[in-house]
């Protein structure tokens, strides 16, 4: 009787700490290059990675819904992060996911997107150096305007720094990528460099998340972070 | 020669005018420059809107050349701008309504990642604002220039200009006319007190200056120059009395020196009778000269620039060598003046004012106190004060006479006293040489029961000061 509540303990201790672990691994997992990389398959369905946060530039009306879903046709495993549901009207307003707990200055950012629907807008990409949710950098592909653009968002206020024409389908998965050292920043699509832009509005490393404008409702996946020296 | 308006009205108003116009510039300038900040703005949107069209207009062939959809854009015919291929080819230009041409793509502007924006101004003072950068376009690397001309912004910026510059002096105008107003209506009470201060003259000293706010600063000015007319008032009421009892007290004895010869001339007299009435002559003479010593005396502590020789010296040899001074007068009147008190004492004061007013008061003593009577002159120190007490046997002062026996050529009994030979100056002079030392007089008198006159000096002013402090 004692040996089988020691096995039970032992089974539900390893099970604990293997969740954990995962849970662990999932959200902040550097790999062996120093990435770090997320992929939410160990994430429950409906949650957020640990450290992770909704919020909005310009919002006006409740935040739209970000969540961890299964979907199928994930690049990789079953599940992503997607923006569920928009919950508001305004055209202006900018949705993010971000999170303060990744400190980005120097280095590369890459992400799996998938443009789900929008009227207004469609599409969506990654902000980087935020300071806060009124002032980041920000790198978007549109797939109704079929351009891919570098900004930066100041006070709120989107100033466009570098643009390229690029016509991509919706509902498939794209890879964005940015890459940055001091101010020289580049943005590629599915491997391929086509922006260049020289900016030094925030000098400063600052917190890394997703991005979508008005009711543009996407999916994100494999969500990977490096760092680098910016002496390097 | 600076031009120095001399009216202080005027004055003020010009300031006032000068500072408003400096303010007014400042605000003029800030106002242009964020009009012109506001404005280009506005044109760097309406640029990046352009952008965002073009982007969508450009075709780029398999052979690398540019085409534009126009028929896409209504407004493509009044777009001006330029696409360039990276290495310095121009591939595209349209410049509509004008013949102006932009200079060739510098190494700065080849350079430059992204989108940036420049003015630049052309031939004939044209102005543009220019959005420039690299772009994408289908995979192939672009640079494109996009033109507004700046004349509208400038011509806004000019009207503002204008505007501010006609508003300008229209604003200095009515703030300068008002400034005058106020600061007329401001010094209006000057205008009152300097109108009235003008008619106040020795006959009519007692007037004051009109007091319109008390509690502002021209109030306190008013109240200042009131002060100041109340104390000219006393001094001249004083010097008037001064003066007044000064000539009645000098024509007793030149009215006695002159009847002594006539008299002493009606008459043929032997040598003994003129001997008299030499010795009266002498007599009333020795009294005019101490009335005009003591006048000096006082005429020179008057003027304030006396500056008394305080020095340390021990109290009770002083007070012996001073009653031995005047020992003579006592005799006559069969007197005895005796000090009394500690002997160790060490005073800081000036000896000579010291013995000035100590034999002043000791002359009072004897003057004023039956023959064969004791005069005592008691040293003593407590924890506050030096003290020395000149004690009579006289007649004593009635309490309400006592406040005013320091007056000058005040006396109890006039008669009585100018027969005595007193001047009634005495007191006067004791108690200003006390003071003048930082010191007191005071009296303690009961009519019948004698005087005593107190010379007190503090021993806090001296407290550190070497031979000063309490006695053992």
């Known amino acids: 009787m004692k040996a089988k509540k020691l096995f039970i303990s032992g089974v539900f201790f390893l099970l604990c700490f293997w969740s954990g672990f995962g849970l662990y691994a999932q959200t902040k997992a550097p790999q062996k290059d120093g990435a770090i990389r997320l992929t939410f398959e160990n994430l429950k369905t409906g949650t957020l990675p640990e450290g992770w946060k909704i919020e909005a530039t310009n919002q006006k009306g409740p935040l739209a819904t970000w969540q961890v879903i299964e979907d199928t046709t994930a690049p990789s495993g079953k599940k992503v992060l997607s923006l569920t549901k928009v919950n508001h009207s305004f055209g202006g307003t900018f949705n993010l996911c971000r999170t303060d707990q990744i400190r980005f200055l120097n280095g590369e950012i890459k992400v799996k997107f998938k443009a789900n629907s929008g009227i207004e807008d469609q599409g969506g990409g990654v902000i980087w150096r935020a300071k806060d949710s009124d002032n980041y950098y920000i790198s978007r592909y549109n797939p109704l305007e079929n351009n891919f653009r570098i900004y930066y968002v100041k006070d709120g206020a989107r100033r466009m720094l570098a643009s390229a024409r690029i016509k991509l389908p919706a509902h498939k998965w794209y890879e964005l990528k940015i890459t940055v050292q001091g101010d020289q920043m580049k943005g590629y699509l599915n491997g391929k460099e086509l922006l260049q832009v020289k900016d030094h509005t925030f000098p400063e490393a600052g917190g890394v998340g997703l991005w979508t404008k008005a009711d543009a409702e996407t999916s994100f996946d494999d969500f990977e972070v490096v760092k680098r020296n910016s002496l390097r | ?472």
Not at chain 2, 50 to 74: A, F, K, Q
Not at chain 2, 375 to 396: E, L, S
């Open chain 2, 1 to 472: 020669m600076p031009f120095t308006p001399k009216n202080v009205r005027t004055r003020l108003t010009l300031w006032y005018v000068l500072a408003l116009t400096f303010i007014l510039l400042v605000y003029a300038g800030i106002s242009i420059t964020l009009v012109y900040l506001d404005l280009r703005r506005n044109l760097d949107h309406a640029l990046n809107e352009d952008y965002e069209i073009l982007e969508n207009l450009i075709r780029v062939t398999p052979d690398g050349s540019v085409l534009l959809d126009e028929e896409d854009d209504p407004y493509f015919h009044e777009r001006w701008f330029e696409i360039w291929s990276t290495d310095g080819k121009k591939l595209y230009e349209s410049r509509p309504f004008t013949s102006k041409s932009l200079p060739a793509i510098s190494e700065k502007e080849k350079a430059t990642g992204g989108f940036s924006f420049r003015s630049l101004k052309l031939e004939n003072d044209v102005r543009v604002r220019v959005m420039y950068g690299k772009t994408n376009i289908e995979g192939k690397w672009l640079f494109i220039r996009l033109i507004h001309f700046e004349d509208r912004m400038w011509n806004e910026i000019r009207a503002f200009a204008w505007l501010m510059l006609f508003a300008l002096p229209v604003a200095i105008l009515i703030a300068g006319l008002g400034g005058y107003f106020l600061t007329k209506k401001l010094l209006a009470p000057v205008d009152q007190m300097a109108e009235k201060a003008r008619k106040i003259s020795e006959e009519n000293l007692q007037e004051r200056l009109p007091v319109i706010n008390p509690s502002d600063e021209l109030g306190n000015l008013a109240k200042a120059f009131n002060e100041l007319l109340e104390r000219i008032e006393k001094s001249f009421t004083r010097l008037k009395q001064f003066t007044s009892d000064a000539a009645h007290e000098l024509r007793t004895p030149l009215t006695a020196i002159r009847s002594i010869g006539e008299v002493g001339l009606q008459e043929n007299k032997d040598v003994s009778y003129y001997r008299n009435v030499i010795g009266s002559i002498l007599e009333e003479n020795r009294r005019l000269t101490r009335l005009v010593d003591s006048l000096l005396f006082l005429s020179g502590a008057d003027s304030e620039k006396f500056k008394p020789n305080i020095r340390a010296f021990q109290l009770y040899p002083f007070v012996e060598q001073t009653i031995e001074f005047i020992q003579p007068l006592a005799e006559e009147k069969n007197q005895t003046i005796h000090p009394e008190g500690q002997k160790d004492i060490t005073l800081r004061a000036d000896p000579g004012l010291l013995k000035e007013a100590l034999l002043n008061l000791l002359d009072n003593a004897i003057k004023y106190s039956p023959a064969g009577t004791d005069i005592a002159v008691r040293i003593a120190r407590n924890k506050k004060y030096t003290t020395i007490t000149v004690t009579d046997q006289g007649a004593g002062i009635p309490e309400e006479e006592q406040e005013k026996i320091f007056e000058r050529f005040y006396r109890i009994d006039k008669g009585r006293s100018r027969e005595m030979g007193g001047s009634g100056l005495g007191l006067a002079i004791a108690l200003w040489t006390v003071q003048i030392q930082g010191g007191t007089i005071s009296v303690k008198s009961k009519s019948g029961f004698g005087s005593s006159f107190i010379i007190s000096f503090p021993n806090s002013g001296n407290k550190n000061k070497r031979g000063f402090g309490n006695t053992s």
